[in-house]
């Protein structure tokens, strides 16, 4: 967020990033009563109903976002929905196929993500470290949150959305009747892990038209975009070329209402103690240009969609992978 000077950014840094390193659990298939998401494409079928449409082509949106996801064009909070997130994602896909960059999920591109043939959906059994908690709803007033010992997630659905990559509303959905807060309880979710690896990165780009942060590797070949929030008109985005000057997993958060422009009255300075739904979630990528960086969130479902104090914001998956995969010195090209 903008105005946040690297000295007020306190970063924890003890433990890896939550979700750079850690693949899910997975099974060789989803359970039988899962009903496992067809993998073809979804054309409705003479006499079938609109219901059955609607679940067609859901699922198909819904594999395919996987699928972009596992090969580093995140569409964002997996949702199942065509949105603009995902459009951005399939054109960027496009063009690294030498396909129409449509931003459409036609029939070429459906048959050029399906090459990788992963199902969509893995079994997946709840740990200990899923469930513990503790679990608690986060207050937005940043004075409520600064009286947090840790600023954890809301509840399990949160928590497993953030590790697959999903909204908890589709880890709810694709698990009904389950019990998600239940140490080893069976559950299906994404496939979004075990895709191919990210190399290290000699290059970020943010588009602020686009909405999207790009990595390039050392040949200038696009090797991940991410949705990400650019700034605002009071907090525009700092247009230039700039370098990452550290990367600081689990950072406490020092807020100074002086630094806000939509502040709320009364407001004080505050610290904010680490935890994924911490202001800037679960990394700070410091940059050269002063007060700002590259960080996570705690509302993923608003990335790409919603403005930023002048920083980038990505989901916290999404930063937590670039934080893997860039050092100090890394490159940062900030453009329109």
């Given at each position: 967020?903008?105005?946040?000077?690297?000295?007020?950014?306190?970063?924890?840094?003890?433990?890896?990033?939550p979700?750079?390193?850690?693949?899910?659990?997975?099974a060789?298939q989803v359970?039988?009563?899962?009903?496992?998401l067809?993998?073809?494409?979804?054309?409705q079928?003479?006499?079938?109903?609109?219901?059955?449409?609607?679940?067609a082509?859901?699922?198909?949106?819904?594999?395919?976002?996987?699928?972009?996801?596992?090969?580093?064009f995140s569409p964002g909070?997996?949702d199942?929905?065509?949105?603009?997130?995902?459009?951005?994602?399939?054109?960027?896909?496009?063009?690294?196929?030498?396909?129409?960059?449509?931003?459409?999920?036609?029939?070429?591109?459906?048959n050029?993500?399906?090459?990788?043939?992963?199902?969509?959906?893995?079994?997946?059994?709840?740990?200990n470290?899923?469930?513990?908690?503790?679990?608690?709803?986060?207050?937005?007033?940043?004075?409520?949150?600064?009286?947090?010992?840790?600023?954890?997630?809301?509840?399990?659905?949160e928590?497993?959305?953030?590790?697959?990559?999903?909204?908890?509303?589709?880890?709810?959905?694709?698990?009904?009747?389950?019990n998600l807060?239940?140490a080893?309880e069976?559950?299906?979710v994404?496939s979004?892990?075990?895709?191919p690896?990210?190399?290290?990165a000699s290059?970020?780009?943010v588009?602020?038209?686009r909405?999207?942060?790009?990595?390039?590797?050392?040949?200038?070949?696009?090797?991940?975009q991410?949705p990400a929030?650019?700034?605002?008109q009071y907090?525009?985005?700092?247009?230039?070329?700039?370098?990452?000057?550290g990367?600081?997993p689990?950072?406490?958060?020092h807020?100074?209402?002086?630094?806000?422009?939509?502040a709320?009255?009364g407001?004080?300075?505050?610290?904010?103690?680490?935890?994924?739904n911490?202001?800037?979630?679960?990394?700070?990528?410091d940059?050269?240009?002063?007060?700002?960086?590259?960080h996570?969130?705690?509302?993923?479902?608003?990335?790409?969609?919603?403005?930023?104090?002048?920083?980038?914001?990505?989901?916290?998956?999404?930063?937590?992978?670039?934080?893997?995969?860039?050092?100090?010195?890394?490159?940062?090209?900030?453009?329109?």
């Amino acid at each position: 967020m903008k105005k946040i000077a690297a000295p007020l950014l306190v970063a924890v840094l003890t433990g890896a990033l939550p979700f750079a390193a850690t693949a899910a659990r997975q099974a060789p298939q989803v359970p039988q009563q899962a009903a496992p998401l067809q993998q073809g494409a979804a054309a409705q079928q003479p006499g079938q109903d609109a219901a059955s449409a609607e679940r067609a082509e859901f699922e198909r949106l819904l594999r395919a976002q996987v699928l972009l996801d596992r090969l580093h064009f995140s569409p964002g909070e997996i949702d199942g929905a065509y949105g603009s997130n995902m459009r951005q994602a399939l054109s960027s896909f496009q063009k690294s196929r030498n396909l129409e960059a449509s931003g459409k999920l036609d029939e070429a591109t459906w048959n050029a993500l399906n090459g990788d043939t992963t199902p969509t959906l893995t079994a997946y059994v709840l740990t200990n470290e899923d469930v513990a908690g503790p679990f608690q709803p986060v207050p937005e007033d940043m004075m409520e949150k600064a009286k947090l010992p840790k600023l954890g997630y809301a509840n399990p659905a949160e928590g497993l959305g953030e590790k697959f990559h999903a909204s908890p509303e589709l880890i709810t959905r694709l698990n009904p009747g389950k019990n998600l807060a239940k140490a080893g309880e069976q559950i299906v979710v994404p496939s979004v892990h075990g895709g191919p690896t990210l190399p290290a990165a000699s290059k970020v780009v943010v588009s602020d038209s686009r909405k999207v942060l790009m990595l390039f590797d050392g040949a200038d070949r696009l090797i991940a975009q991410y949705p990400a929030s650019t700034g605002s008109q009071y907090d525009p985005l700092p247009i230039g070329e700039w370098k990452i000057e550290g990367v600081h997993p689990n950072p406490t958060y020092h807020y100074n209402p002086k630094l806000f422009w939509d502040a709320e009255p009364g407001d004080k300075k505050a610290k904010v103690a680490p935890g994924p739904n911490n202001p800037v979630g679960v990394v700070w990528i410091d940059l050269s240009k002063p007060h700002y960086g590259i960080h996570g969130t705690p509302v993923p479902k608003f990335i790409g969609k919603t403005e930023s104090h002048g920083c980038i914001r990505l989901t916290n998956w999404s930063a937590a992978e670039v934080a893997a995969v860039v050092a100090a010195g890394t490159q940062v090209v900030l453009q329109e």
